[in-house]
């Protein structure tokens, strides 16, 4: 994500389905099924996300997508154990940093 969009307060959900690359059905889907997203909305009734949400999605798209995981057992790795779920997903994130910075080192030998 640029700078910019770092600074918004709220993304529609087409910009959230854009992010990951994943259709507006989903993102509706997974708000239904997930407590943990909670989008305000418009008068018009259009869902918008807050950057807690994004971040939310990042935990169950990780979850879901990359690691596998059923709905089911994501729901019940979120309501057990938020705070692991957070921290390991971070350390994850930071992990990829660090291997695309070696990566590019690697590179430009």
Do not use: C
């Not at 969009?5 to 997930?34: C, H, P, Q």
């Not at 990359?66 to 790795?77: F, H, P, S, V």
């Amino acid at each position: 994500m640029s700078e910019q969009e770092n600074t918004k307060l709220y993304y529609t959900i087409g910009e959230v389905a854009k992010m990951f690359d994943v259709n507006t059905s989903l993102i509706r889907y997974w708000e239904k099924e997930f407590t943990i997203i909670k989008p305000k909305k418009n008068r018009k009734g259009n869902r918008l996300f807050t950057q807690k949400d994004i971040e939310n999605f990042h935990l169950i798209y990780h979850l879901v997508k990359e690691r596998g995981m059923t709905l089911l057992g994501a729901k019940k790795k979120l309501k057990e154990n938020k705070e692991d779920v957070d921290h390991n997903f971070e350390i994850i994130k930071r992990l990829e940093d660090i291997k695309s910075i070696l990566t590019e080192i690697k590179d430009e030998l």
